[in-house]
């Protein structure tokens, strides 16, 4: 069984910063595309960030230039530098893996993030 268990998420006001992190223990962590998803009260999950088994990255619009997704194959971790919070920015924050030769996807527990004063 894949496993991904993300941790970092709380409470922070506006403008401040969270760094939420994904671990994968003893997946072939190499070989997965991983992402960060996020889902706020009453609405749809959205796609925030991405980052390929080979590095190379996309953002959604909303979090360019405030978001960093980045990876180390060595911890099998994917973390999320979230800088210039803002309320919008708050909910639910899941992790997603998908190995990149299946279609097959594994998806975190989720970790709450709340901007607000």
């Known amino acids: 069984q894949v496993q991904l268990v993300e941790s970092g998420g709380g409470l922070v006001q506006p403008g401040g910063s969270l760094r939420l992190s994904c671990a994968a223990p003893?997946?072939?962590?190499?070989?997965?595309?991983m992402g960060w998803y996020r889902q706020a009260p009453g609405e749809q999950r959205e796609l925030v960030a991405t980052i390929t088994s080979g590095g190379s990255t996309n953002y959604a619009d909303s979090v360019k230039g405030r978001f960093t997704i980045s990876r180390d194959n060595v911890k099998n971790t994917v973390y999320l530098q979230m800088n210039s919070l803002k309320p919008e920015d708050t909910g639910v924050y899941y992790c997603?893996?998908?190995?990149?030769?299946?279609?097959?996807?594994?998806w975190g527990q989720g970790t709450q993030v709340t901007v607000s004063s």
């Open positions: 997603y893996g998908r190995p990149i030769v299946t279609s097959a996807q594994y």
């Open positions: 003893g997946s072939i962590f190499s070989i997965y595309h």
